[in-house]
């Protein structure tokens, strides 16, 4: 398969191909509303008793064109602008909701949620995202989506028939499949067509309403009503409107058909089980109720969805998705095409009973995969991206009960966050929490002075994956207590007077992946910026890395990392009084806008600072990983701090 940024590259490619497809058919659009408006002029000439109408309008009115232009093109660049603009400020949340989806709590006891969050917060901690919120559709077929244009804000929502009807390994490839669209630009692709596609819609809106119109201009002295010129209007814009949704679902179809082979093919490669996203599949074709999703706003987030949400699994040739058996038959070369009925109720009861003997187990009984760790500079520029199941799992089980107990709670999960930003100092630790008191609220504060021995002894290793595993309860803040907490979040990092490389990736990771939920977000730039652009700051971000390892000759080491992008460098490791914390964040910054093709260099060349001593610590961890964050280049864990990789 084709790696991150090799993915990351494809999507723009189709982003391209997107914007291509709408300015083709909002020409087409612009030419059938010229259309509907000139034969409606032509028919209000007519019932106006101009029986020379022909001759007073022709075909071709050059500034009715220009007019009908204009105002077509305002209401479909404003609806766009419009829904667009209220995509990326409600991110995923916004497309969940939208489609009638329900936040599910964080410490829900409920076995069929309790096993999705679980698999989800499995999926993202061995991927090395942020771990989404989930929200649950009311709907009998099975079915899911992830929505969101970055890791930060993207959700993952399933229907009731998908928790009811799938077991754990069905379920987990349809997952594994929605977190692959999360990892490969999917979403944000399909969040830009969400939003350039609403436009379109509104052109058959506008003749909805024209039909539907009660008051307008009397046609006659003795009569009022809906003028024929306007009822004519009215309709041929609904089929101009009309045309438009054909080219919308056939827009959908050229950009999304191949990305969902894509994503079968990478949930297999993450849970290596094909039987388990194959078995999913089998189950949508033998459900009455199919993968069917029955809500008004369906139709136009149908090519967000795992199945077919028009049909019922039986995809026509301009749907969204491939047919459901060649999907199947791809996955499980000895499928022959049969689709035994299911008993909804009987299997919902057995699946229920699974879910409930899975949660008693003990979590240590769990099978665990063997993970692979990263011995090559080459080896972790391939992990990013991927799903290192075995690794997370074995982390999961080393977290004490208390504290995944504590993480799924959006009380007490702040506790934890302050936990994690105590000075080792006793003296500090004591302003720290001088101060802290006065600012936190009571009941958070007495979980800070229970909990705290606990962080206090956590391994190293472990501090992301529980910061991770946090980001669900912290998005169900309300708007005060976030304000708040990020205020308590700055006071702590600020007591010593000096910011550490632990409390700089916390801080960052942090409130990056909140932000999106409370505040207004700044659409990213889309700059493509190429070496030359980003070589400064790429020095520094490196620098930093060199002195953080145990280096015998760091100039060099320097040397050879940078040549992963520059080739040869003659510049000198910049001074380390030049590396500041803030120089290091306008530097992560900036590399962000650099074309994928460059960010998989500065990933390399920053892996091959990492391991060129053989050994890599947590602080080198920690730096790594804030890099491939702040570059959305997702990157899972790959080996226990001080065994090197």
């Given at each position: 398969m084709v790696d991150f940024f090799g993915q990351q590259e494809q999507a723009r490619r189709q982003t391209s191909r997107l914007v291509m497809l709408f300015a083709v058919a909002v020409v087409l659009i612009v030419l059938a509303v010229y259309l509907a408006v000139t034969a409606g002029l032509f028919i209000a000439q007519f019932f106006q008793g101009q029986q020379q109408f022909f001759s007073v309008y022709t075909l071709w009115n050059p500034m009715l064109f220009v007019w009908v232009s204009g105002l077509t093109l305002l209401l479909?660049?404003?609806?766009?602008?419009?829904?667009?603009?209220?995509?990326?400020?409600?991110?995923?949340?916004?497309v969940a909701e939208l489609l009638g989806g329900t936040r599910i709590p964080s410490a829900t006891s409920d076995p069929l949620l309790r096993r999705l969050l679980n698999i989800i917060a499995e999926m993202a901690i061995a991927s090395g995202v942020p771990v989404p919120p989930a929200y649950l559709l009311e709907q009998s077929g099975i079915n899911a989506f992830a929505a969101g244009f970055a890791p930060g804000d993207s959700v993952i929502a399933v229907t009731r028939g998908a928790l009811d009807l799938l077991d754990r390994d069905q379920l987990q490839g349809v997952i594994a499949h929605e977190f692959s669209h999360i990892l490969n630009g999917d979403t944000r692709l399909k969040m830009?067509?969400?939003?350039?596609?609403?436009?379109?819609?509104?052109?058959?809106?506008?003749?909805?309403?024209?039909?539907?119109?009660?008051?307008?201009?009397?046609?006659?002295?003795?009569?009022?009503?809906?003028?024929?010129?306007?009822?004519?209007?009215?309709?041929?814009?609904?089929?101009?409107?009309?045309?438009?949704?054909?080219?919308?679902?056939?827009?959908k179809r050229a950009v999304s058909r191949q990305r969902e082979f894509l994503a079968d093919a990478a949930a297999v490669q993450f849970t290596r089980n094909p039987a388990g996203i194959a078995g999913a599949l089998k189950l949508i074709g033998g459900c009455q109720s199919g993968s069917r999703v029955v809500h008004p706003a369906a139709q136009q987030a149908s090519h967000f969805f795992f199945g077919d949400a028009m049909k019922n699994g039986q995809a026509q040739w301009w749907a969204t998705h491939p047919p459901l058996t060649e999907r199947i038959r791809r996955l499980d070369p000895t499928f022959r095409g049969v689709l035994p009925p299911v008993d909804a109720v009987e299997r919902s009861r057995v699946i229920r009973?699974?879910?409930?003997?899975?949660?008693?187990m003990p979590e240590q009984a769990m099978p665990v995969q063997p993970s692979q760790k990263a011995t090559t500079r080459s080896e972790a520029i391939a992990s990013v991206g991927q799903i290192e199941s075995g690794r997370a799992s074995g982390l999961l089980v080393r977290l004490p009960e208390r504290l995944r107990h504590f993480a799924r709670d959006p009380f007490t999960a702040r506790a934890i966050v302050y936990a994690m930003l105590l000075d080792e100092d006793t003296g500090l630790r004591r302003q720290q929490l001088d101060a802290l008191q006065v600012k936190a609220d009571a009941d958070v504060f007495s979980e800070l002075l229970d909990i705290q021995p606990l962080i206090a002894g956590l391994d190293p290793d472990l501090r992301i994956p529980l910061l991770e595993l946090l980001m669900p309860a912290l998005k169900e803040l309300s708007g005060m207590q976030y304000r708040i907490f990020r205020g308590n979040v700055k006071l702590l990092i600020k007591a010593n007077e000096q910011?550490?490389?632990?409390?700089?990736m916390l801080h960052r990771m942090l409130l990056r992946h909140l932000a999106p939920a409370f505040e207004a977000v700044q659409p990213a730039a889309n700059k493509q910026l190429g070496v030359e652009a980003v070589v400064a700051d790429l020095g520094v971000v490196v620098a930093m890395l060199v002195r953080l390892g145990r280096h015998v000759q760091p100039a060099k080491i320097y040397r050879q990392a940078m040549e992963q992008v520059a080739g040869a460098v003659e510049e000198p490791m910049p001074r380390a009084d030049l590396c500041t914390m803030a120089r290091l964040d306008a530097s992560l910054n900036h590399l962000r806008d650099a074309a994928p093709s460059i960010q998989q260099q500065v990933v390399a060349s920053c892996a091959a600072a990492v391991i060129?001593?053989?050994?890599?610590?947590?602080?080198?961890?920690?730096?790594?990983?804030?890099?491939?964050?702040?570059?959305?280049?997702?990157?899972?864990?790959?080996?226990?701090?001080?065994?090197g990789f």
């Open positions: 479909i660049g404003g609806g766009s602008w419009y829904r667009l603009h209220s995509l990326k400020q409600g991110g995923g949340r916004a830009r067509l969400m939003g350039l596609l609403f436009g379109v819609t509104l052109i058959s809106d506008a003749g909805i309403m024209l039909l539907s119109s009660r008051r307008t201009i009397a046609y006659s002295s003795r009569e009022r009503g809906t003028h024929p010129a306007v009822l004519a209007i009215g309709f041929l814009l609904f089929l101009a409107g009309t045309i438009g949704a054909v080219f919308a679902d056939l827009i009973e699974l879910a409930v003997s899975e949660l008693a910011l550490s490389m632990r409390e700089y060129a001593d053989g050994h890599v610590s947590v602080r080198e961890t920690e730096m790594l990983r804030a890099v491939c964050d702040a570059l959305e280049c997702p990157m899972p864990p790959l080996a226990e701090a001080g065994l």
